[in-house]
C-alpha cells in the first residue's frame, strides 16, 4: 500500500514558537493531503484540506493564520503551527490519498502518516 | 443534528468475533465507508471500504444495510493484536468527511 511519511513524531516548544510539520507521499503523488488534529481519547477532526499549488482549504473554526499550509509539491505537504501555545498541544495527523494503489474496487482511501505530538511548554 | 456515532468500547475474548457498528444517518448518497484501525500514538491504518451490501477482504467484513444509515465492521476470530481503536469515515451529505466517535476494542486473553 501506500506510504505517507510524516515528521517529526514528536516536537516540544516553548509558548510563543513556531512548528513545522511535514507530510510526504512517499511512493505516489499526492494532489489532495489532509491535515488532521486529534486530542486525547477523542476521535480525529479535520483541520484542513491541502491542495497542491493552491491555497488549503480550511474546516469551520480552524484559525489559516494560526495553521499554515503549504502543498508546494505533488508530495509533499507542510503544516506549520504559528505563535504555539500550550492549548495547541495534540496530536497531528496528515493523510493523502493515492487513487493509484486502492485496493480492487475502493474509491479515495486516505492514507495516514504516524502522526506528531506537539506539546506546547 | 447529523452524527457519526460508535459505541465507546467493547470487550471481546480472542477467538471471538466483534461486530462494531457505526451510525452515520446524513451519508451521502454518492460516497463510500470506510474503516480505520488506530493504535495509540499512531495514524489510522486502512480495514476496509463499502458502498453497499457486503463487502469482504482478508482481515474483515463490511455490511452495510440498504439504506446507508449504518454500517457494520465484522472481525472475524479477533486476537490480542486487535486491540485498538476502530473509526469508520464518511462523507456527510454537505460533502464534510467526518470520523466516527470511534469504539476502544479490548481483547482479552
Known amino acids: 500500500g501506500a506510504v505517507v511519511s510524516q515528521h517529526p513524531s514528536r516536537v516540544i516548544c516553548k509558548s510563543g514558537t513556531s512548528v513545522k510539520i511535514e507530510c510526504r507521499s512517499l511512493?505516489?503523488?499526492?494532489?489532495?493531503m489532509f491535515w488532521y488534529r486529534q486530542f486525547p481519547k477523542q476521535s480525529l477532526m479535520l483541520m484542513a484540506t491541502s491542495n497542491e499549488g493552491s491555497k488549503a482549504t480550511y474546516e469551520q473554526g480552524v484559525e489559516k493564520d494560526k495553521f499554515l499550509i503549504n502543498h508546494a509539491s505533488l508530495t509533499l505537504s507542510t503544516l506549520t503551527v504559528t505563535s504555539a501555545h500550550p492549548e495547541d498541544s495534540s496530536f497531528y495527523i496528515c493523510?493523502?490519498?493515492?487513487?493509484?494503489?486502492?485496493?480492487?474496487?475502493?474509491?479515495?482511501?486516505?492514507?495516514f502518516g504516524a502522526g506528531t505530538r506537539l506539546s506546547v511548554l | 443534528l447529523a452524527k457519526t456515532t460508535q459505541p465507546i468500547s467493547m470487550d471481546s475474548y480472542e477467538g471471538q468475533e466483534v461486530n462494531i457498528t457505526c451510525s452515520h444517518n446524513n451519508i451521502a448518497t454518492n460516497d463510500y465507508i470506510t474503516w480505520y484501525q488506530q493504535f495509540p500514538s499512531q495514524g489510522p491504518r486502512f480495514i476496509i471500504q463499502g458502498y453497499k451490501t457486503k463487502v469482504t477482504n482478508e482481515v474483515a467484513s463490511l455490511f452495510i444495510p440498504a439504506d446507508r444509515k449504518s454500517s457494520t465492521l465484522s472481525l472475524p476470530r479477533v486476537s490480542l493484536s486487535d486491540t485498538a481503536v476502530y473509526y469508520c469515515?464518511?462523507?456527510?451529505?454537505?460533502?464534510?468527511?467526518?470520523f466516527g466517535t470511534g469504539t476502544r476494542l479490548l481483547v482479552s486473553p
Open positions: 493523510s493523502a490519498r493515492d487513487p493509484t494503489s486502492a485496493p480492487r474496487g475502493a474509491k479515495n482511501i486516505q492514507y
Open positions: 511512493d505516489f503523488q499526492a494532489t489532495t
Open positions: 469515515l464518511v462523507k456527510w451529505g454537505f460533502q464534510k468527511l467526518v
